[in-house]
């Protein structure tokens, strides 16, 4: 079906598929983001995975998880973890560092089906490839650029916004866009798994 990009496509949300790419297809994944993405390609911090979103055998959208930030105030405050739990533990979280929508057509509500079918295999894709589940997920968005809407529809947590300030920031000079943090846990029990023995 040949639509128009902003025209809304008819498609079947229940035939939305995500998984992880192939190696023959990493570098179509990446060309895609670098091409498509506001912030282009650079390189995944620590553990990664990539995924596809395909709708009726289309890709419609890439995602790409890395690991998570190793501090962010609010989300620390949030969870209840001390500093050394928290460097103990951040590996059990993972940050949504990239979602794409591929250019095309509309299809209303792809963006939070896609987040919950990725969410629904994400821990254990984790767990095969690293070794250990993932309790926890976050994502930065900016918010002067998006609102957050596919994320609070997929039932993430808004926990508030960022400072504009990275890590690199040592002279407390360098400014970046402020961030809306959401969260979401995978398992009722995350804070047992964070904060238990």
Request: proline content about 5%; hydrophobic content about 45%; some cysteine.
């Given at each position: ?12 949300l ?14 179509r ?5 670098r ?49 050394a ?12 560092n ?87 846990p ?10 238990g023995?």
């Open positions: 079906m040949e639509l128009a990009p902003g025209q809304t496509a008819p498609w079947n229940s035939a939305v598929r995500v998984r992880l790419i192939e190696p023959r297809e990493r570098a994944w990446e060309a895609l983001m091409a498509h993405h506001y912030l282009g390609l650079t390189a995944m911090v620590g553990k990664s995975l990539r995924y596809v979103g395909e709708l009726e055998g289309q890709w419609v959208a890439l995602l790409g998880w890395a690991s998570a930030a190793l501090k962010c105030a609010a989300r620390d405050a949030w969870i209840g973890w001390s500093p739990l928290q460097w103990q533990r951040i590996g059990l979280l993972a940050n949504n990239r979602f794409l929508l591929l250019p095309g057509p509309r299809v209303p509500n792809l963006a939070s089906k896609l987040l919950g079918a990725n969410l629904a295999r994400l821990s254990a894709d984790w767990q095969a490839r690293y070794g250990h589940p993932v309790w926890l997920v976050e994502s930065f968005v900016e918010r002067d650029r998006f609102a957050g809407t596919a994320y609070q529809a997929a039932g993430w947590i808004y926990l508030g916004e960022t400072t504009g300030r990275t890590r690199q920031d040592r002279e407390r000079t360098l400014q970046t866009p402020i961030k809306a943090l959401w969260v979401r995978l398992q009722a029990q995350f804070r047992q798994h964070l904060l023995p």
